[in-house]
């Protein structure tokens, strides 16, 4: 327990920066990452310990020389239109619980509250809990066990807009 209170007090020392200086200056920043941001911006603000490759045509590999953090989606202007961060990015432990990791990013970025959500994943034919919410910036967030990375936790970050279009 004293290393999850060790990881909440230096998450909290981390926590959630704003962006002023862009078009989007209210949407919530991940470690200075933030939706809508442009290739060059969120170049710049990336946290150097990660390296950061394009890999396809719209999506960027975020890497730390040994895992996979996150995948960043943009669109033909190359601005983020989606985020998926695993429990890597925000280094943190990979034995972190889903609800650990629930709680920190409800306790450290713009959101209210999460609510439970069970999905039926077709990969394992299991329902799986997932945790579901919008911040008051605008944006649609879903964290759950990401099966790519060993059910360790991952949040997928969405504009509210996009978010409705499909499910998650």
């Not at 962006?19 to 603000?45: C, M, P, W």
């Not at 609510?115 to 299991?126: A, I, L, S």
């Amino acid at each position: 327990m004293q290393g999850i209170l060790f990881l909440r007090c230096s998450f909290l020392i981390i926590g959630c920066i704003f962006v002023s200086d862009s078009a989007f200056a209210y949407q919530t920043s991940f470690r200075g990452i933030s939706l809508h941001q442009s290739a060059i911006e969120f170049k710049k603000n990336m946290p150097t310990k990660f390296n950061l490759k394009h890999t396809a045509l719209d999506t960027y590999l975020i890497d730390d020389g040994d895992f996979n953090c996150g995948t960043l989606t943009v669109d033909t202007d190359l601005a983020i239109t989606s985020m998926d961060l695993s429990y890597c990015f925000f280094e943190l432990d990979p034995s972190i619980s889903l609800e650990d990791f629930t709680q920190l990013i409800v306790n450290n970025y713009n959101i209210g509250s999460m609510k439970g959500v069970v999905e039926h994943n077709p990969f394992t034919q299991q329902d799986e809990l997932s945790y579901q919410a919008e911040t008051s910036s605008g944006e649609a967030l879903r964290i759950y066990k990401n099966l790519g990375m060993l059910l360790t936790p991952s949040i997928e970050i969405k504009d509210v807009k996009d978010a409705a279009k499909g499910k998650f």
